[in-house]
């Protein structure tokens, strides 16, 4: 379907990747009547051909669970990716610690991801106006607002009006119902509740009604497969069942795969040309040329890119004068602590896999303690809570494993099914000057491009976030009548890897000014006007609600802007 | 915190799910029980051939699920790992026996892994098989039901006698694949009673009697019924 060739010129704008941010670019652009090419590093994919909804763990090899090849198991998603690329390195800094997941497929990593989509709130876009650290960005909650309702509209989510500070509901008519809530979710509730901590309805960009269209009709969530698989019926978002059939349906759109861009070439010193790229089957390089170019391979990518791009105008890569591209490198927050509850155990089965995401989530809720000043870190968290009859797997084994066979060991497994609650933590984490990306001079990947090398280190108020969390979630399993499964850890060995969430961003951050950002309000490069950033890059700060539903409203609406003045006669 | 430490808690963390490699004396308070298994027979630990086979690749086919490797149990090793499954899970009213569904073509499967993570298990069940082949004194297959009922009495004591660890930590660990590749096959799921898979036009929450179960619960913990 998109696999076409790539004609060298007659192209309005170049998109660099088919992720989140690119896709949305590709949108927004060709239904505003601009013509558009799409590059994507990874091979061409189509879910509703090549996801496997209902296959079983005893179809697939290992029971379907995680390998270095597959790392989130044999059914997932993700296409030639996970922490490693083969033949595309990476490298960290002696002593640290940063995990890269990259995927290799059209439509990118919304193929997989965790489809949780809360809004930015207004205190999220003006965090140094509010508490003094980090920056403010250069647009605010209302200004963004429209383009959540028109991204929300088109992408589907459910979700329930849940009235809180800083947690901006969707305007009624947009968000689909949130799934009935589970027994652990709601036994989750009560203890939180009672603790003074909220439980609320989520939001997951997951449809429970059809949405009918004539070119991408999506289904609503049939409640059994796992999301991470992908979704061939369209219930949850991808870019490859919505935002690309939609795009290749105005006629204006060109996808070429397995394009590997390697850099932008520039017209003048503050204009782009195109980019050029590797073909990843044949090893050649070809450039394409257009009046824009807009670089959304993800986060990192995208600023090893711009980095690899220097030349004698741009010494330090191309739009990097203010030395930010590469630097504020942040991920989310992540800490997890388990529990398991003896009031659940033997408890009546019934079919408790829902729409496999939570239906309920623990929103930040210590907002007025923060601004007295009463906690020891700055920002939010949310947790993602999980729990339910889970199957016992190959790995088996420990304190999981009764010491009993025959009869009792039937028995003791049956009755364990559903006695686990887990908190995933998730939370804003402050750019700091010891985390940041750079190219590393010394190694290449199999194409010859200069690969990235990590710098990472948390700082106290990471940890200190953590450790916050471990006590509530810990309070909250105590108060259900349960048992720790993690007792011993510490806000600092709770604390997942860096990039381990998947959230990297801020490497090409917007801001107000050209001297401590890369971007404008518009996503566009303050030194190369024609040259736009849609990806996570551009996150100015990254609070702990997870960033992909602003990048898509941040895309169409910087789109919205390169379409008209396209139109009316820029960059020709 | 330095990657070291964080590699050594990584490893701390692993471990403990491990059986420990410790006497038992050190292990527990409890008398060790005399077993009627030869103490002399040691520990295999045979030196396994370098597995050069290849994984299925980061674009396998995901609609037709295949495991390329080939597979390295003997037919009486498969058939000793199909008896074992049948001790550890007998059949019963609710589903068949482990060894009935043929357990060993999973563990089989499992052990040839060609991925790094699958190589100690490989390890265990390969030097395990050897081990109870020579308790025995014949192939562990071909061995009479009391012979194979006395080494997994002996397997199961907690604590086991020291020369009893190695042996007693293989069969731990194919416990877990054993109860894992069941519990995962259709059979198993049908057995524990599990209930998914099942696409629905709505969801319907917690069944009745799951509710009543949680209202009795709540009010034992004397917390509220939450409204959503």
Redesign the interface.
Known sequence: MFDKAARSTGHDVIIVGSGAGGSMAAYALTRAGINVLVLEAG?SYDPQ????M???????????TG????PFG??DAT????WQ??GEPYTTAK???FEWWRSRMLGGRTNHWGRHVPRFGPYDFKPFSRDGIGMDWPVSYDEVAPWYDRTEEIVGLWGARNGLENHPDSPPGIAHPV?????YE??I???A??LGVP?V?SRYAILTKDKPDEVAPRN?????SPCG?GCSIGAAFQATTSLLPLAAATGRLTVVTDAMVAKVVMKSKNKADGVEYVDRKTGQRHTVTAKAVILAASACETSRLMLNSRNDDHRNGVANGSGQVGRNLVDTVGGYTGGIIP??EG?????????DQAH?YIPWWLYKEQKEGKLNFARGYHFEIGGG?R????????GD?P?????E??AA??RR?GNRVHFSLRGEMIPNKDCYAEIDANVRDKWGIPVLKFHWKWSDQEINMVQHGLDTARAIIK???GTVTNPNDTG??NIR?GGFIIHEGGTARMGADPKTSVLDAYNRCWEVPNLLVTDGAMLTSNPHKNPTLTIMALAWRACDKLAADIKQGAFA | ????R?TT?AWLAAA???IPAVPAAARADKPVAVTALNPQIAWPDLELPVNAAL??????D??N???PWPLLLSADGRKAINILGN????P?E?GPGAGDIDIAA?VD??IS?P????AGDRRKVINGLAWLNAQAGKPFAKADAATHARI?DAL?L?PVPDFLVEPAGFF??L???I???Y????E??A?????????????????D??????KG??K??N????V?
């Open positions: 091979r051909a090549e996801v496997n209902l296959g079983q763990e005893h179809e697939a090899p290992l029971r379907a390998t270095v090849d597959k044999y059914y296409i030639d990716g996970g690329v083969p002593d640290e610690k799934p009935k809530p589970r027994v709601l036994l509730k009560a203890a509740n009672d439980c309805p609503a969530c049939y409640y059994t698989r009031g659940l408890r009546p089965i019934y079919n408790e896999e829902g729409a309920l009859f199957l016992p797997g190959p790995w088996t084994g420990g494993l010491r009993a066979n025959g009869a060991l039937r497994m049956k099914m108060r259900m009548g600092e060995t890897p | 915190m330095t990657l070291s964080r808690l403990a799910t491990a994984g299925y690749g980061t674009d396998p995901l609609m699920p295949t495991a001790l550890i899970l007998p019963d609710s999973f499967e499992w892994s991925y790094e993570a699958q997994v199961m907690d731990g660990r416990r877990g694949l109860v894992g590749g519990f995962t096959a259709p198993g799921k057995a524990i009673g599990f209930q998914g898979n099942t696409p629905m036009k709505d969801y319907p929450g917690p069944s009697e799951a509710v009543e179960h949680l619960l709540l034992q913990l917390l509220p019924y939450p959503v």
